[in-house]
């Protein structure tokens, strides 16, 4: 078990960011990791990070982590079906993990193309494509406004990004019975976080959650 509690792992995921922005702008290479050998008979990592194939957002390094530190699954949109969702009970349930962040990013391409979709319907979209906008869809319909409501098309973006990632956070709990008694019963966070790929920080966008 990794014996760090929510707060204890929000706190370092946090710390860690911070880090991070310290380097920006240095040619600082990646860290190295002696401890490689101790980690080949068990892993003990203190969140679980559900975040955006992005390849511009990679968790280890927008946290300064180290080998062993974050239990990652990565999908376009940050969605979590089922084959995610058991990734995640694996890390909550047999790694003791007490912390799930959930981690969107600006401009998601996964998001943009969801809006895009909804405005002009389209069957070009291949089954597997189609199965990610159809997670996304129902969180990021209702962001455009309506009259005087209507929004430009970036800050639609913006908002169904935002949109996007609190409904996978909230989901994750309504979707899977391990994840729901872990919260109930043994101090389990899930939290939602946005990391901005125009400053590299990240924020906490429901830290009570």
């Given at each position: 078990?990794?014996?760090?509690?929510?707060?204890?792992?929000?706190?370092?995921?946090?710390?860690?960011?911070?880090?991070?922005?310290?380097r920006l702008g240095r040619?600082?290479?990646?860290?190295?990791?002696?401890?490689?050998?101790?980690?080949?008979g068990e892993q003990t990592?203190?969140?679980?990070?559900?975040?955006?194939?992005?390849?511009?957002?990679?968790?280890?390094?927008?946290?300064?982590?180290?080998?062993?530190?974050?239990?990652?699954?990565?999908?376009?949109?940050?969605?979590?079906?089922?084959?995610?969702?058991?990734?995640?009970?694996?890390?909550?349930?047999?790694?003791?993990?007490?912390?799930?962040?959930?981690?969107?990013?600006?401009?998601?391409?996964?998001?943009?193309?969801?809006?895009?979709?909804?405005?002009?319907?389209?069957?070009?979209?291949?089954?597997?494509?189609?199965?990610?906008?159809?997670?996304?869809?129902?969180?990021?319909?209702?962001?455009?406004?309506?009259?005087?409501?209507?929004?430009?098309?970036?800050?639609?973006?913006?908002?169904?990004?935002?949109?996007?990632?609190?409904?996978?956070?909230?989901?994750?709990?309504?979707?899977?019975?391990?994840?729901?008694?872990?919260?109930?019963?043994?101090?389990?966070?899930v939290v939602a976080a946005?990391?901005?790929?125009?400053?590299?920080?990240?924020?906490?966008?429901?830290?009570?959650?």
């Open positions: 078990m990794s014996g760090s509690t929510a707060e204890v792992s929000l706190d370092r995921l946090v710390e860690g960011n911070a880090r991070f922005l310290e040619e600082a290479p990646l860290p190295d990791h002696p401890g490689r050998a101790a980690l080949v990592p203190f969140a679980v990070v559900l975040g955006c194939a992005d390849s511009r957002v990679p968790p280890e390094v927008v946290f300064d982590a180290g080998l062993g530190d974050l239990f990652v699954v990565r999908v376009a949109g940050t969605i979590a079906t089922p084959t995610q969702l058991g990734s995640i009970e694996y890390a909550v349930d047999a790694l003791g993990c007490r912390l799930i962040l959930v981690l969107g990013h600006t401009r998601c391409g996964a998001v943009a193309a969801t809006l895009a979709h909804l405005a002009a319907p389209s069957d070009d979209l291949s089954p597997n494509l189609a199965a990610i906008v159809g997670e996304i869809a129902p969180a990021v319909g209702e962001t455009g406004g309506t009259g005087a409501g209507v929004v430009e098309p970036e800050e639609r973006l913006s908002r169904a990004v935002r949109a996007n990632t609190r409904a996978a956070a909230a989901r994750l709990p309504a979707a899977s019975g391990v994840i729901a008694r872990a919260i109930a019963e043994d101090g389990l966070r946005e990391y901005s790929l125009e400053t590299g920080a990240v924020t906490i966008l429901d830290p009570t959650a």
